[in-house]
């Protein structure tokens, strides 16, 4: 059974970092594509970061310079560094595993982030 678990959400002030984790479980995480992908109000789900099983990286233009995602193979996990938060960047952050160009494609169950003073 494939399990993708985030954790690292909540409330955060403006200008404030955040760091999500993602825990994989019932993959082969080496193989994957990870990602973080988020939701904010009304509006539709959007790709924030995700890395490459050769950890070649590609960020949406809002998250770069801002947000760094890591993945460490050896724990099966993958992170999100978000800094200088904006309240823009409120929404749920849901992780991705990805393979195959979709063949296989596997979400988490969200952890909510709100940026507000």
């Known amino acids: 059974q494939v399990q993708l678990v985030e954790s690292g959400g909540g409330l955060v002030q403006p200008g404030g970092s955040q760091r999500l984790s993602c825990a994989a479980s019932g993959i082969n995480f080496n193989l994957y594509e990870m990602g973080w992908y988020r939701r904010a109000p009304e509006k539709q789900r959007e790709l924030v970061a995700k890395i490459s099983r050769t950890r070649s990286t590609n960020y949406a233009e809002s998250a770069k310079a801002r947000f760094t995602i890591a993945r460490d193979n050896a724990k099966n996990t993958v992170s999100l560094q978000m800094n200088s938060l904006k309240p823009e960047d409120t929404a749920v952050y849901y992780c991705?595993?990805?393979w195959g160009n979709g063949l296989y494609d596997y979400w988490g169950q969200g952890t909510q982030v709100t940026v507000s003073s």
């Open positions: 991705n595993a990805r």
